[in-house]
């Protein structure tokens, strides 16, 4: 173990930058900041995404098809209502993903944000 290490931020490449910065403040609701040159989000509790536009950003396939570009990494987010945030999500420019894998009501959904990084919406576990 390294004394001290911590996480310091995620860095999300993407083909725009702010384009899927706005994106995820709007979904988040997190503080907007520049860090280190690129647009960053902070949550309450310190976690930091920073978006990096990349010119030959290729958008990851899922479910994963042999081949082709697979997701490196996906977010589940927490939600008191998954039905409510699928909808509000949807309307800030997601998509839900086509293969669903839980509950669509009462687990999880999968979405793609609008680069196709894949998320879920899951459903809080601290219900009461």
């Given at each position: 173990?390294?004394?001290?290490?911590?996480?310091?931020?995620?860095?999300?490449?993407?083909?725009?930058?702010?384009?899927?910065?706005?994106?995820?403040?709007?979904?988040?609701?997190?503080?907007?900041?520049?860090?280190?040159?690129?647009?960053?989000?902070?949550?309450?509790?310190?976690?930091?995404?920073?978006?990096?536009?990349?010119?030959?950003?290729?958008?990851?396939?899922?479910?994963?098809?042999?081949?082709?570009?697979?997701?490196?990494?996906?977010?589940?987010?927490?939600?008191?209502?998954?039905?409510?945030?699928?909808?509000?999500?949807?309307?800030?420019?997601?998509?839900?993903?086509?293969?669903?894998?839980g509950d669509e009501i009462e687990e999880f959904v999968t979405m793609f944000d609008?680069?196709?990084?894949?998320?879920?919406?899951?459903?809080?576990?601290?219900?009461?």
């Open positions: 173990m390294i004394e001290g290490i911590q996480l310091g931020n995620l860095m999300i490449d993407c083909s725009d930058e702010n384009r899927l910065c706005s994106f995820y403040e709007s979904l988040l609701g997190w503080k907007r900041s520049m860090l280190f040159g690129r647009p960053a989000l902070t949550s309450d509790n310190g976690l930091i995404f920073l978006f990096q536009e990349e010119s030959d950003y290729v958008s990851p396939i899922w479910p994963e098809e042999p081949g082709h570009q697979q997701k490196q990494i996906h977010f589940d987010f927490q939600v008191p209502s998954v039905r409510l945030a699928v909808d509000e999500a949807i309307r800030l420019g997601a998509r839900r993903a086509e293969a669903q894998f609008p680069d196709g990084h894949p998320f879920c919406l899951c459903a809080s576990s601290n219900k009461g």
